[in-house]
Each structure stands twice: as C-alpha cells, then as structure tokens.
C-alpha cells in the first residue's frame, strides 16, 4: 500500500525542461553524493569533497557555469538517493548508483552513461594457491548482511553447482577484519571495494584479487525522468570526458590543440559551431570541461587510479580503443 | 587535606583491604587484575603513543595515534565547514557556551532571558550563515560539534513549552484536546527518533507539492522537536500530577483565573520537581542527536565515522571514538553536575 503510494507520488511528478533553467537561475547545481566513499565521493581532512563522482558534479557545473565551484554537494544515505532526485532537493544523482532494470523504470529516473563499471570479485591469499573462482568450492566467504554481494554471491555458487560456507557480519569493517584474521577463505566484494580494502592492509602483496567478475554494476549518474534537455546535458558531458581522451586532449595540452586542423577537434572544442547550439550549453562548453577539470582518463587516475590510495586498473574502464567500454558517439 | 589524606590512607587500606587473611589475598587478587586492564591503558595512552608523523609510523607503534587527530581533528570538528571562516563556528560554539553558563542561575529565568536567548540565536544564525559582510555558508556545510550542539540546544530549548502546553493539554477537561494530546504523545512514543528522523527525509518530501522543498537540517530540526517534546510533556505531566490538590484549590480562592493559576502556581512548581527527569531526558536528546547520520547529516559522530574511512588514515578508530566519547562525556557529565547543583538549590529553599 505504502509502496503504491510512493509510485503515485513518484509518477505525477514532471518536470519537463525546467532543470536546466531552475539550476542557471539559483546560480547552482544541487549534487547528489555520497556519505562518503573514498575516491568516488569523500570529503578531506579539509572538508572539501574529493572523488570520480564529486569530479563529475564538477564537469556538470563547467558546462552550465563556465566554473567548477557553482555545486551544491547533498550527501546522501541508500535510502534517501531516488526522493532527493524524485523531490527535486538535487539536480543529479552522482553517487555511486548501480543502474538496473527496476531502478530504471519503476523509480521516475532516468539512467545516463557509466562513470565507472564495476562488478564482484573475490579476494583471497595468494599462499591458498587458489587462481580461479572456479576453485572456490566449499570455501568459507566472508560478506556483508543485508547487501546485494551476499545474494550475488550465494547465486554464482549455485549457478556453478558449489558448496558455499557464507560467513556473514554486519558492518563491512567486521568482514574485512575476519578475512585478514583467517576466520574465512575468501572476501567478496566489488572488485574496487576489494582494491581499496587491500591498500589498507599491512602486506597487500600477499592476497590477490581474483580475475572472475560475478556480477554487473555500471554506476551511472541519474536524473528525473521528464526532463530531456537535462538528460542530454548529463549524458554527453560525461561523453565529452571519454571523448576528450579519445582525440588525446587533456587539462594541459587542449590549448595546444587551438590551431588544429582536425575537423573533429575543431567541433569538439567549439570552434566550428555546433556542438553547444544543439544542447542549449555554451559553444565552449567541451573545451571548457577539459581545460578545467580534465579528461575521463585524468580524472579516473586522479580518484581511483594506479597512483591513488585504491590503486584501480582501467580494466573494463579504459577505452574502447585499448579494450574497455568507455566509448563515446562522435560530437557533430 | 591532602595531609590528611596521606596520613590516613594507610590506616583505611587496612581497615577495608587488608582486615583478614582471606581479604587480603583478595584484595591483591583484584589490585593485580586492575593493574593488568590499567597498564594496557597507560601503554597505549601514553609510553607507546605516537606525536609526530604519518599513519606509517603510527601503524608500526601500538599506541594512541595523535598524528591522526591532529590530521582529522579540522573535519571531526568543524565538518564541511570552509577553511578561513572557522572562527566562525567557534564562536559560535563560545557564545552558546558562554549564554548557556548565563542562564544557570535560577533568579536569572525572568522575560529578559528569552531575550538574551532570542539575540543569541539571532547572533548564531548569523555568524553560522553569513550575509551582512560574511559571506554565506550555506547549511549543507555546516557538520560536526556545533550542528550537535545546534540540534540538541534548540531541541531541547524548543520541545520544552511545546511539553508544557502538550502536558497541560493532556489534564485539560476537554475531551477532544485531551484525546489530541494523547494521541500525539503516543503516536511519537511509540515509535522510534529513527523512524520520525526518515520520515522528515525520505517521505515528507514526497507528500509536498513539486519545486517546494523543506531545507533538509530544518526538517530533522524539526522532527526532533516533535519527538522530544512528547517526552518531555510526560516529565512535566509527572511534575503536574505531584501537585497538591490544595494548591489548585487556593488559586481558585484567590480568584485566578486558569491561565493565571497555571502560569504563576502550578507550572512553576512543577517544573521544579522534575527537573531530574528533564535533564535525564535532555542528556538523552544530546546524544540522540547522532541518529541524524541515518539521514546523512554530518553531525559529530557522523564527521568522525566519516574522517575514518579516509584511506590514508585507516584503522584508527579506537582513537577517533576515545576522542569524540570524550566530547559527548564532558557535556553530558556537565549537565549532569548541573542538574544536581539545581536540586540541592531548590531543595534547600524548599525546606
């Protein structure tokens, strides 16, 4: 009952091309965010947000501003992520936010492209011998209660005709602490958390992370659904960062690229017109992104990357061209 | 006194620990255990406790990791706070203080302390939110001690006439204020802060119409005064129903009116009798303050639960926890003092 309450209330609401408008009037963008997960979305000892995600809002409010600092950062719970989005209390959703079927028809939001694909992994010490998944049979896992890791988990193991031992806490502190105390063979979950969780340890090198993927988890920024404009505009800023690191332009070199012939430079950086008209946004607006905050490759190095505290691979996050998903349509 | 102390203790050690065999041996038994807990302590406080450095060095010593409050100490505190205007907030925190040790005094509660706290609050909000030469700090940044110490004063400040009103509502003779009353009190007792706290979150903003949106810290300020002010109406119902009747009855001889009788006779005295049960209720409210991390507001609790998940800085949540206990002690052991000081006051004039 309550529930169909809520999908009443959530339907009704449109707000067709307004947010655009509504966000240059107040002078700001209202960003969902996390509580705060390192890299993607966590404040620093300052008190200034830093992350994938933060950096995200951050190209938004260059496209629309011109600036980086025109953000409002709403912290958001679990909970709260799709009202604050259904209210209108944010303009965008750049938390960490896994897009699936039921979120993306039944909760009045619409889905843009992935910032970062993620997906389940399994974690275990590297004097277990064990390389594969596959070698997991009978093996004690510690996970998360409550969490969709632990259903993922019990369903790869059925799915592969294995005997599963789950050993389940409640707060994630207490599965990692277990792992490293040898109360369970393996730990599960998402292949960056596992990364994360490893630089904390006192000998990262002796567990490894292992190579099987068990579920999907393409976090992707969210918006309202009803407003297109909007939508367009979050869906190919996030274009522009892949883009940008397509054609080799970066934070430091995109003044360089000025006099380029390239005619798919030229477009991108606005120099023929085009690329700002369509999208109601400043014929610069790309070019901006860039010069003031980077390309995707920048900004993924900067967060999450090989020389960041959670010292991620580009994996399934590089390029279409070395091998990942990060593919953008061409800007014309 | 101390003279006296040291002359005399050799004597009690013995009367008390040491007056049999059997007793003795226990009591070095006991000692010896409470060496052991202490010495662990003492250790880890201060021989092995680390001063200077990075997390590196603290995670090869095994001791109290003061680099990592001294790194973590700015966001525990202060939250989201910009850097630069954090003499804001303190003073802001240090005028709560000093309008708080004003108002101690009981000959003090006159109509001039609802001012004096009406130009605090009006100073607060200032220094807290900007405009008129500050620049602006919107409230999405405001985080640590004094967002706590701003949800439980003005939830405590607040709640309290509201229970009052709420209290006298529940006596009342008329049937449908009373049945309104009981119901609210019962309804918000029956539920737990967490439940109202996600009401005021996640539902109500769906309940309103499209673009109005409730600033989100108004809206857990405002759930919160709800829920404490329906215990706090049951303390004062208490304070209420301990009244003599023949106060009620003299009050009517002398031709006051209800509001009258209430306001000069009955509600002053029963405020008095329960003032251990208010404090009990707003020590309890102080540290409830800390359930607003559900709704991801970056209360103090919250800022220091967040300061340990910084990667650079991980596993010291042993010292951020001692830090912050530490915070939430003094206060409420504070109040707790007060209350005490208050009782013997009235106590000794009432005798």
Known sequence: MKKLLILALLSSSVFAGKTLDAIKKRGNLKCGVSTGLPGFSFPDSKGNWKGIDVDFCKALSIAVFGNASRVKYVSLNAQQRFTALQSGEIDVLSRNTTNTLTRDTSTGLNFTTPLYYDGQAFMVRKKSGITSAKQLNGASVCTQQGTTTELNVSDYFRANRMKLKPVVFESNDEVVQSFVKGRCDALTTDASGLASERSKFKNPEDFVILPEIISKEPLAPAVRQGDDEWFDIVKWTMFALIQAEELGLNSKNVDSFKKSKDPRIKRFLGRTPGVGKSIGLDEKWAYNVVKLLGNYGEIYEANIGINSPLKLKRGLNSLWTDGGLMYSPPFR | MIQSFINDFPKWLKKNLFNTPVNSVISIFILALLWKAIEKIFLWLLVNSVWTGTAATCRQADGFCFPFL?????????????????????????????????????????????????????????????????????????GGLPLTLMLATIGIIFSYPLGIVLALLRRSNLKILKTLSVLYIELIRGVPLISVLFMSSVMFPLFLPEGVNFDKLLRAQIAIILFVSAYMAEVIRGGLASIDKGQYEAAHTLGLSYFDTMRLIIVPQAIRIVIPPTVNTAIGMFKDTSLVLIIALFDLLNTTKTALRDPEWLGFSLEAYVFVGLIYFVFCYVMSKYSQGLESEFGMKER
Do not use: C, H
């Open chain 2, 70 to 142: 001294f790194e973590k100490v700015r966001f525990i505190i202060y939250g989201f706070y910009p850097d630069g205007q954090l003499w804001r907030p303190t003073l802001a925190m240090l005028l709560l203080f000093g309008t708080l040790f004003y108002s101690r005094i009981p000959e003090r509660w006159t109509k001039k302390l609802v001012y004096t706290w009406f130009g605090f609050f009006t100073l607060f909000f200032w220094l807290m939110r900007g405009g008129l030469g500050l620049p602006i700090v919107t409230n999405d940044k405001w």
